[in-house]
C-alpha cells in the first residue's frame, strides 16, 4: 500500500465506501432478506448514544447513522448490534421454514441473503478495524 492510500485509508475513505455500500444493501429488502425499518436502525443508534434524526430515504438514514457512529468511534457497536438484529430476524424467518415446509421453499433465499448480508457486515467491521490500526500508525489527518 503506498503512502497515497495509507492516507486516504487513515482519512476513513475505504470505511465510508464500506458504510455507503452495507447502507444500499440494507435498504434493500431483496437483497438483505426481509426488511429493515428505520425504526430499528434507530433503536440501535439510541441504545449506543449515537445521534440519529429519522429523514430523506431510508439508505440515506442509514448512511448517516453509521457515519455518526463512525466519527464518535462507534462503528463496531453499531455493527455488533446490527449483526444482533440480522440474527433475532433470521431466526423469525427459520421458524416459519420450518413451521411451513411448502412455504420454506420460498423463505429459504431471505437465510441465505441474510447469511450474505452478516458477510458484508462482518467486512465492514474489518475495514473498520483497519482504519483505526492505520489511525493510531499515522495519527489524526491535518
Known amino acids: 500500500m503506498s ?5 486516504q485509508y487513515v482519512q476513513g475513505y475505504g470505511v465510508l465506501v464500506a ?15 426481509f426488511y429493515i425499518s428505520v425504526p430499528d436502525v434507530l433503536e440501535i443508534a439510541e ?15 442509514f448512511e448517516e447513522v453509521m457515519k455518526a457512529a463512525l466519527d464518535m468511534e462507534k462503528l463496531d457497536a453499531f455493527l455488533n448490534e446490527l449483526s444482533k438484529l440480522i440474527d433475532e430476524r433470521a431466526r423469525e424467518v427459520a421458524t416459519y421454514v420450518n413451521k411451513y415446509p411448502r412455504a420454506g421453499e420460498y423463505l429459504r433465499w431471505s437465510l441465505e441473503r441474510a447469511e450474505e448480508l452478516k458477510k458484508r457486515i462482518r467486512e465492514t467491521a474489518r475495514i473498520y478495524q483497519g482504519f483505526l490500526r492505520l489511525k493510531k500508525e499515522y495519527g489524526e489527518p491535518g
Not at 441504545?47 to 438514514?61: D, H, I, K, T, Y
Open 47 to 61: 441504545s449506543l448514544g449515537v445521534p440519529a434524526m429519522p429523514r430523506n430515504e431510508r439508505q440515506w438514514f
Open 19 to 33: 458504510v455507503r455500500q452495507l447502507a444500499r444493501l440494507l435498504s434493500a429488502p431483496a437483497k438483505a432478506g
Open 3 to 7: 503512502l497515497d492510500e495509507k492516507m
